[in-house]
């Protein structure tokens, strides 16, 4: 019989649906420490992980070499070593295309968070502070007529611009590679520099890859060129954004604000970002509703089995190792 490290429990459909023993790691509300995962993965023939776990060349190694299959709960696998997976013969998976929407749908809560000052709102009325209706107070952004910049038009970033339609914005993106027509026809959507992007847009969503490409491409002198009157949104990985950076452009009034669903230090958050009332925060929730983490748990328990069986997985990264 196979033997699996899952790294956290998951919903219960998705527990249920793993044929196999398992060592369960259940402990605080942290990650499974370096030292635990490197002990508990010895031995195992697949390992159910996390966004939270780095599967490198030394956990691979205290692994052993019968570990055939790394089934990543996440779509985003900066902390696969992919390449030293192939070169050993090891299986990545993730979990794509399930949690598209909802993941769209968190860039857009925090959009709306930042321009109508939701937040800022809500801190008002729970703090008791007295007020009432005014023609200046917790003024915001209009959306209809303005312009979205999408960094990274994937999946997530199409859906993210199909609703922007829905909110009267004009799309501009910036990607690798231009979309297809049938996919930039319907959204209106007009490829841009990356430069010709931030200096355009009203809001900004990223939704690109932390790649070391990427990582701080939202810094200093990126915020200083953005519009004063524009938010910059992140639901993709925190390091893509320089935190500190950011907090002083928000704060020196260089944005209006900013949405983060990431962090560059996760699960820390940046102290100066924390006191900046232009800034809205949430602690990762983009994939977090029941249904999508359901699917999430379904589609990484079978990228498992069908790694263990010796078959292909559905959601397969690195084919080369089969
Ligand atoms: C992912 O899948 O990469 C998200 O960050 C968590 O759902």
């Not at 055939?68 to 997976?85: K, L, S, T």
């Not at 939701?118 to 917790?138: A, C, K, N, Q, V």
């Not at 959507?189 to 847009?201: P, Y």
């Not at 928000?250 to 924390?274: M, N, Q």
């Amino acid at each position: 019989m196979a033997e699996v490290l899952v790294t956290r429990r998951l919903v219960d459909d998705a527990m249920a649906a793993l044929d196999c023993e398992y060592d369960l790691w259940e402990g605080p509300p942290t990650a499974i420490p370096r030292g635990e995962f490197l002990r508990r993965a010895k031995g195992k023939d697949g390992l159910l992980t996390l966004l939270t776990e780095k599967v490198d060349a030394e956990l691979l190694d205290a692994a052993g070499p019968q570990l055939r299959v790394v089934a990543n709960y996440a779509v985003g696998v900066d902390n696969i070593d992919i390449p030293e997976c192939t070169r050993r013969g090891i299986l990545v998976a993730n979990t794509p295309d399930v949690l598209t929407e909802a993941t769209a749908d968190i860039a857009w809560a925090l959009i709306l968070s930042c321009v109508r000052r939701i937040g800022e709102g809500d801190r008002l009325l729970r703090s008791r502070t007295e007020w009432i209706w005014d023609p200046r107070m917790l003024l915001g952004q209009e959306l209809y007529g303005r312009t979205i910049g999408i960094v990274g038009c994937g999946r997530i970033g199409q859906a993210t611009a199909r609703r922007a339609v829905g909110f009267g914005m004009r799309v501009i993106y910036h990607n690798s590679r231009p979309l297809p027509d049938e996919i930039a026809g319907p959204l209106g959507a007009e490829l841009r520099t990356f430069d010709e992007l931030v200096a355009e847009s009203d809001v900004i969503s990223i939704h690109c890859p932390l790649t070391p490409a990427t990582r701080h491409l939202f810094n200093a002198s990126v915020f200083a060129r953005m519009k004063p009157s524009a938010v910059l949104v992140n639901t993709s990985r925190g390091p893509v954004v320089d935190e500190k950076a950011l907090a002083e452009a928000v704060r020196a009034g260089e944005i209006f604000g900013a949405g983060l669903d990431v962090f560059e230090r996760e699960p820390a958050v940046e102290e100066a970002l924390l006191d900046l009332d232009g800034v809205t925060i949430v602690p990762h929730l983009g994939s977090a509703t029941i249904q999508t983490r359901t699917a999430m748990g379904l589609l990484a328990v079978e990228n498992l089995q069908a790694g263990l069986r010796g078959e292909r997985p559905r959601a397969l990264l690195n084919p080369e190792a089969l």
